[in-house]
Every structure is written in structure tokens, then in C-alpha cells.
Nanobody, 119 residues
Framework: QVQLVESGGGLVQSGGSPRLSCVAS????????MGWYRQAPGKQRELVAF???????NYADSVKGRFTISRDNAKRAGYLQMNSLKSEDTAVYYCNVHLGLSRPPVGSWGQGTQVTVSS
């Protein structure tokens, strides 16, 4: 099973612009779609950004225009550039890999990276 490790979170001021990183163990990472998820306290984990193996992207309405997902297949890495952060973006952020947007993730969930937005 694909292992994933997220990094880049921390305490960020409102309006800040951190970049999250995700490294996958899969040697064929380039063949997978990839998603960034987040889970806020007391809420279910939600998908916020998705990038296909071909580079097409989709975003949740709550982050559209503020977050940008990208990938570097040579590094087996994915990224989430977060801009104009709001307090409601506070959550643990996870990445995972997919074999299609409509299919559930197929990797192991990592520990995630905490993003806390302070006002």
C-alpha cells in the first residue's frame, strides 16, 4: 500500500500562505491521481483539492481561488499552496492517492500536518 508523509503545516496568521508537501512511497506515483484532504475538530474529513495523473485539477468551493494543488512526479511529491488563509481553514491536512476522482483513496493515511490559523 502506498505510504504518504505530509509536512509544511504550523501556526499561520490569518491571510498567510503556507505550502504543504506530500511525499509518496509509490515508484509509479505518476500513474496516480492525488487529493488533499482536511479534517477540522469535530468534523469529517473532506476532500479540498484533487489533481489527476494528467494534471487536471478540482477544488472544493470553500478553497477555490485560494488554494492551488500541484505535483512533481520525479520527486513523487504533491503540494498544496494555501493563500489568504482564514480561521475556518484550521484543520489537519492529509494527502492520499486515487485511481480516479470517484473512487476512494488507495493509500495509507499518514499522520497529516496541522494547520492552525490565528487571527
Amino acid at each position: 500500500q502506498v505510504q504518504l508523509v505530509e509536512s509544511g503545516g504550523g501556526l499561520v496568521q490569518s491571510g498567510g500562505s503556507p505550502r504543504l508537501s506530500c511525499v509518496a512511497s509509490a515508484s509509479l506515483f505518476r500513474n496516480y491521481d492525488m487529493g488533499w484532504y482536511r479534517q477540522a475538530p469535530g468534523k469529517q474529513r473532506e476532500l479540498v483539492a484533487f489533481i489527476t495523473a494528467g494534471g487536471s485539477t478540482n477544488y472544493a468551493d470553500s478553497v477555490k481561488g485560494r488554494f492551488t494543488i500541484s505535483r512533481d512526479n520525479a520527486k513523487r511529491a504533491g503540494y498544496l499552496q494555501m493563500n489568504s488563509l482564514k480561521s475556518e481553514d484550521t484543520a489537519v491536512y492529509y494527502c492520499n492517492v486515487h485511481l480516479g476522482l470517484s473512487r476512494p483513496p488507495v493509500g495509507s493515511w499518514g499522520q497529516g500536518t496541522q494547520v492552525t490559523v490565528s487571527s
